[in-house]
């Protein structure tokens, strides 16, 4: 009786360490192998309408959503001022390309591009009186996505890496 209950025993650890060894085999496959379809490592091309000077637009793409705003010049000398108000001005903790270190924190002045997630909870935004806010969390940014003396620190708004076609009725985000 004694051995049955060994052989069990050992049956039982020998499936286990098959078990444990699958799974770390699993998640050595899974980070040294990229599995992803080969249209996620294409570039994201977007059709940007004519947008209102000012105002807030959120383009879609799979699971990627991107914030543009067409600034004014107006805005555009606003957002060149020193404030106060903001957390980080210059920008030197922010997830920026190097292009976008400067105060407008973009390649074009006229055009603001953002991914379209706050950096406090990772939620949406949406304009609200020339600032954007995050609509779960109490994160608020200028136009140039530099984040607003507020109760917490928060970071920049993240940056990808794009361009536009030479008349800016395309947008290219590379991940």
Sequence with gaps: MDSRKRDRLRTGVKYCLVGLGLAVLYVVLDFAVDFRPAQIRDSYRFE?????????GILRQDNL?????????VTIARLQMTDARLQDPQSRHSNQPSFAANPLRSKYPEFFVSYALGTEFGCALEAVEFELREICGSARYDFAGRALVGDQQFQNLAIPDYNFSGDFSTLTIRP
């Excluded at 959503?65 to 010049?73: D, H």
């Design 48 to 56: 940007v309408r004519t947008l209102p000077e000012d105002q807030a």
């Design 65 to 73: 959503s991107i914030l543009v705003i067409r600034r004014s010049a």
